[in-house]
């Protein structure tokens, strides 16, 4: 750390200067409603996913308990989260396979999540895959896979039972993703080293797909600990760029015949990468596809930019305790349905999430609530290969 004290001084003046403070706390986010004291950043806390392909929630919570955390049930809001000691944890509130820790906790070295019982991923993160909530045995794609969080997310929903077409133009990336993959235990996903939009929504290999994830590259600019560039924020050709291609991605999702719901989500807190993409493409898809009110308890909505964007989900540090992210849910409208969608999804998920919550074991813990490809291939070990090939997008952000 002394050997670059000065580079990490210059950073932190840089940091002042592109935020416009004076003070080191000054930088620190603040949460509504609780007191500075409570905590001192990181303010995100420490997000563990059970990856249920190989454990369950129950037993991963046995395992902290015998290694002397104290269960505290339920999370029923935020102020529980930042009153977190170092050896306390909670059940989070919407997600029913997703424990929370102190921010300052590092399981990397943990034995959960070396043997692939446990993912380390942001609570925006995992939202994606359970709000597509696909149902066993169906198609799903992936669109935008690497690294491959979400992709083991969705394997674990499906019980590895059904098919998931995972597509990124990055090989090294994906060949990180298909390692990670078998470590999680996931057996129905075929990897291609492609660019989504080389993809024929009509071929015959993807006829049964139903749902689709879409999470695209973006500027990163939701994630905690990023630091701005020496360029400083993105500009608006650079945002202009990405929006062209996140428009153009949306698009090729929706020309699957088959697709019935689909997910479009960004770490990014820019309205250009959320909802003008979301905007622009119903535009032109609107009298097909809908916008679903998922999750109406969620804190954060999407900008009021149009009608019907309250549906969107918003997530931030200030908010939700959680990386910067936007999410839209769209599903396919019923023959001769022109009417906006008022169905709040997953209802199997929130069902789920409020019948499995695991009882604290504490009495005065909280009472749980209610690209063109080049025939290069890949052996993956399990599930199927990767087929390398070149192109021009690529996944988003690697701790995603």
């Known amino acids: 750390m002394l050997k670059h004290r000065a580079r990490l001084q210059a950073e932190l003046a840089r940091l002042k200067v592109w935020k416009k403070v004076n003070r080191n706390e000054d930088l620190l986010v603040p949460v509504p409603g609780v007191s500075p004291g409570m905590w001192q950043a990181p303010q995100v806390p420490r997000y563990v996913r059970v990856n249920t392909l190989k454990t369950s929630?129950?037993?991963?919570?046995?395992?902290?308990?015998?290694?002397?955390?104290?269960?505290?049930?339920?999370?029923?809001?935020?102020?529980?989260?930042?009153?977190?000691?170092?050896?306390?944890?909670?059940?989070?509130?919407?997600?029913?396979?997703?424990?929370?820790?102190?921010?300052?906790?590092?399981?990397?070295?943990?034995?959960?999540?070396?043997?692939?019982?446990?993912?380390?991923?942001d609570k925006a993160s995992c939202l994606p895959a359970f709000l597509l909530n696909p149902s066993l045995g169906s198609h799903v794609i992936d669109a935008c896979a690497a690294p491959g969080n979400k992709t083991s997310h969705l394997a674990a929903i499906l019980k590895n039972k059904g098919q998931i077409f995972a597509f990124d133009l990055d090989i090294m990336r994906l060949t990180t993703m298909s390692t990670m993959l078998v470590r999680a235990g996931a057996t129905c996903y075929e990897l291609a080293n492609q660019d989504f939009l080389t993809v024929d929504p009509y071929d015959p290999k993807y006829r049964e797909v139903k749902y689709i994830l879409l999470d695209p590259s973006c500027t990163g600019s939701g994630m905690v600990n990023r630091l701005p560039g020496p360029e400083g924020p993105p500009s608006l050709e650079r945002l202009q760029a990405l929006a062209g291609f996140q428009r153009k991605v949306l698009t090729r999702a929706l020309r699957f015949p088959g697709v019935q719901r689909l997910v479009y989500s960004t770490c990014s807190v820019h309205r250009e990468e959320n909802e003008d993409v979301v905007r622009d493409v119903l535009q032109e898809y609107g009298a097909a596809f809908r916008l679903v009110n998922v999750l109406p308890s969620w804190p954060q909505r999407g900008l009021a930019t149009f009608l019907g964007s309250e549906c969107c989900l918003r997530a931030s540090p200030e908010e939700t305790l959680t990386n910067g992210f936007f999410i839209a849910v769209l599903e396919r409208k019923p023959e001769g349905d022109d009417t906006a969608s008022s169905s709040i999804l997953p209802v199997e998920a929130e069902a789920s999430a409020s019948a499995s919550a695991p009882a604290s074991a504490s009495a005065s813990a909280p009472a749980p609530s209610t690209g063109i490809g080049i025939g290069i291939s890949i052996s993956t070990g399990t599930g199927s290969s990767i087929d390398s090939g070149i192109s021009t997008g690529s996944g988003c952000c690697t701790s995603n």
Request: aromatic share 14%; glycine share 4%; charged share 20%.
């Open 57 to 121: 929630v129950e037993e991963v919570i046995d395992y902290f308990k015998r290694q002397g955390y104290a269960y505290l049930g339920k999370a029923t809001s935020m102020k529980d989260l930042c009153s977190l000691s170092e050896k306390q944890f909670l059940l989070d509130l919407h997600l029913p396979d997703l424990l929370i820790f102190h921010p300052q906790l590092d399981f990397h070295k943990n034995y959960l999540y070396m043997a692939g019982h446990i993912v380390l991923q």
